[in-house]
T-cell receptor, first 116, second 113 residues
Framework: AQTVTQSQPEMSVQEAETVTLSCTYD???????LFWYKQPPSRQMILVIRQEAYKQQNATENRFSVNFQKAAKSFSLKISDSQLGDTAMYFCAHPVLRKGAQKLVFGQGTRLTINP | NAGVTQTPKFRILKIGQSMTLQCTQDMNHNYMYWYRQDPGMGLKLIYY???????DKGEVPNGYNVSRSTTEDFPLRLELAAPSQTSVYFC????????????FGDGTRLSIL
């Protein structure tokens, strides 16, 4: 079964600090993507960053970067210079291809609070 | 572009009532999805569609039905509402399936009392 595990239910850091959210996944596929989504209190699901498994270089989007360890099936998200607006639930997601359609399997989420 | 639009944003139903959650997208995406999110949890796939006229079950389809008569619209129907269906429902779409990010609507908060 395809699973995604986020082992940190909650995290809290001070503004401007760096924080790393963990994610591990299980897959039998060889070529795949991984995603981090952010869900602020407004409830929207916002794509933060994605990583292609066949690329060795870690993805970066401004203050957000990933540490992708393919052999360990680990996909952590690092937020640098954290801001109050980063307060949200963060979900790691792994797409599974079945019957020609991508199905996203989500982790349980990490609730991140940035304190002033 | 409006993206993915869901209506209503909030709804309270009585046990046994029926309703349809509406979802429409204006991005000409072939693939559309319905998820539910229970409190403190990630999203679980209810149904999905790979194009007009084609739908298939996801992880938690029981108690729901869908139809896809047009590319733009993908309504989700609850026939006999039960308290276990109290949740936040998200509709999403993507251009194609393979590893493209899904675009989400703002969600519908549904309470069954």
């Amino acid at each position: 079964a395809q699973t995604v595990t986020q082992s940190q239910p909650e995290m809290s850091v001070q503004e401007a600090e760096t924080v790393t959210l963990s994610c591990t996944y299980d897959t039998s596929e060889s070529n795949y993507y991984l995603f981090w989504y952010k869900q602020p209190p407004s409830r929207q699901m916002i794509l933060v960053i994605r990583q292609e498994a066949y690329k060795q270089q870690n993805a970066t989007e401004n203050r957000f970067s990933v540490n992708f360890q393919k052999a360990a099936k680990s996909f952590s998200l690092k937020i640098s210079d954290s801001q109050l607006g980063d307060t949200a639930m963060y979900f790691c997601a792994h797409p599974v291809l079945r019957k020609g359609a991508q199905k996203l399997v989500f982790g349980q989420g990490t609730r991140l609070t940035i304190n002033p | 572009n409006a993206g993915v639009t869901q209506t209503p944003k909030f709804r309270i139903l009585k046990i046994g009532q029926s309703m349809t959650l509406q979802c429409t997208q204006d991005m000409n995406h072939n693939y559309m999805y319905w998820y539910r999110q229970d409190p403190g949890m990630g999203l679980k796939l209810i149904y999905y569609s790979v194009g007009a006229g084609i739908t298939d079950k996801g992880e938690v389809p029981n108690g729901y039905n869908v139809s896809r008569s047009t590319t733009e619209d993908f309504p989700l129907r609850l026939e006999l509402a039960a308290p276990s269906q109290t949740s936040v429902y998200f509709c999403a779409s993507s251009y194609n399936s393979l590893n493209q990010p899904q675009h989400f609507g703002d969600g519908t908060r549904l309470s069954i009392l």
